[in-house]
């Protein structure tokens, strides 16, 4: 049963990065291992994380001297989004705190960093009860014409991580902080220093989204969702009824409905 399960039945091998290694190292890590945030080290000390938002944010800013994106250090863009537990705690104190950090270090008794638990690992051995409707979010649209900088603004003022794409109000793929981090670092490392600000503000949406969109229906339930999110390693899934856009289900939902 449930209430049987402790921290070191779900623990994930921790997944660390130095903060003196360079973003775009993080970044390619964070793919590489599907995973969001990075546990991020100086020497043997967690000093906290860093995630494909703070990645984005920082290959996306305004700089008055172009800097190689290799030359960039995740120590300039660590956050303490983080908090800690020890392996013989139970899983039930896990919700409240992935309600409110995207991940919780694990400890062993000397204080040593042994694994991370994240919302996947939660989900997994832990699922919300009642249907869609009862873990879903509101989904946010944004054309597919829209300049990337604009996407960044929105995502920023409003804290919105990603954004359903549509076509003349049909959806036709997704957006998200990697897909802005990826296609930002492409575009710095490829276009010309001097150039950079101003082919970025014409990058538009259409080119760095994920298309074709993988969605569900309405009717599905939420076992299935989870079960598919896990398979396809993904952080979310657009729920359609009868064709149209109606909300948003994320793993982060998924914990808040717990």
Do not use: W
Not at 153 to 168: K, Q
Not at 175 to 190: L, N, P
């Amino acid at each position: 049963m449930t209430h049987q399960l402790f921290v070191r039945d779900i623990i994930a091998k921790p997944v660390t990065i130095a903060k003196s290694q360079a973003i775009t190292e993080a970044l390619d890590k964070m793919i590489d291992e599907g995973i969001d945030p990075l546990i991020t080290m100086s020497g043997h000390d967690v000093v906290g994380t860093v995630s494909r938002k703070s990645i984005a944010d920082k290959l996306g800013a305004r700089q008055k001297v172009p800097i190689s994106t290799a030359k960039i250090h995740v120590a300039g863009s660590v956050e303490l989004d983080f908090t800690t537990v020890y392996p013989d705690q139970e899983i039930s104190e896990l919700v409240p705190l992935l309600k409110r950090f995207k991940l919780v270090v694990v400890y062993d008794k000397n204080h040593r960093l042994i694994g991370q638990v994240g919302y996947g690992e939660l989900i997994s051995v832990l699922q919300p009860k009642g249907s869609v409707d009862t873990v879903m979010e509101p989904a946010h649209t944004i054309g597919v014409n829209e300049r990337v900088q604009h996407l960044q603004h929105r995502m920023a003022e409003e804290g919105i991580s990603r954004f359903v794409v549509t076509d003349s109000s049909k959806p036709v793929g997704i957006v998200t902080e990697t897909d802005v981090a990826v296609s930002v670092r492409k575009f710095r490392e490829k276009v010309e220093g001097r150039h950079q600000d101003f082919h970025l503000h014409n990058l538009l949406v259409r080119a760095i989204m994920t298309s074709p969109l993988i969605s569900v229906d309405r009717s599905a339930k939420v076992a299935e969702i989870v079960d598919l999110m896990l398979k396809k390693k993904i952080s979310s899934l657009p729920i359609m009824d009868k064709g149209k856009l109606v909300g948003m289900v994320t793993r982060r939902s998924l914990v808040n409905a717990l």
